[in-house]
């Protein structure tokens, strides 16, 4: 069974690709599916990502990430505050499940 996937690109980068692939002897939609059935087989991205080449919209978003954790003080944390955070949210995760299932009783 087949399925649709649909997703925005500037029109020349697809114009570019498209000619690219034909000199090559395929067409747009078998390289995205190459390029799909070779990140399965190598259980990531095939090549290397970098700032260079990461998409613009998820690099804005990093950054708007980084700026929230900066304003409310995380950017500054130890491994061991991260950690205690972790423990303490998971302490708390516990002791709500347990509430909870003592209340099915």
């Not at 000619?19 to 599916?33: Q, T």
């Not at 991205?45 to 990093?62: A, G, S």
């Given at each position: 069974?087949?399925?649709?996937?649909?997703?925005?690109?500037?029109?020349?980068?697809?114009?570019?690709?498209?000619?690219?692939?034909?000199?090559?002897?395929?067409?747009?939609?078998?390289?995205?599916?190459?390029?799909?059935?070779?990140?399965?087989?190598?259980?990531?991205?095939?090549?290397?990502?970098?700032?260079?080449?990461?998409?613009?919209?998820?690099?804005?978003?990093?950054?708007?990430?980084?700026?929230?954790?900066?304003?409310?003080?995380?950017?500054?944390?130890?491994l061991e505050?991260?950690?205690?955070?972790?423990?303490?949210?998971?302490?708390?995760?516990?002791?709500?499940?347990?509430?909870?299932?003592?209340?099915?009783?």
């Amino acid at each position: 069974m087949m399925t649709l996937i649909q997703c925005k690109v500037e029109e020349d980068v697809k114009d570019q690709a498209v000619e690219l692939f034909k000199e090559i002897g395929i067409d747009l939609s078998s390289a995205i599916r190459i390029f799909l059935i070779k990140c399965i087989r190598t259980g990531g991205i095939p090549f290397e990502v970098t700032k260079d080449i990461m998409d613009f919209e998820l690099y804005k978003m990093l950054k708007e990430i980084q700026r929230y954790e900066e304003s409310i003080g995380n950017s500054n944390m130890t491994l061991e505050e991260i950690n205690e955070e972790i423990r303490l949210a998971r302490e708390e995760r516990r002791a709500r499940e347990a509430k909870e299932k003592e209340g099915k009783k």
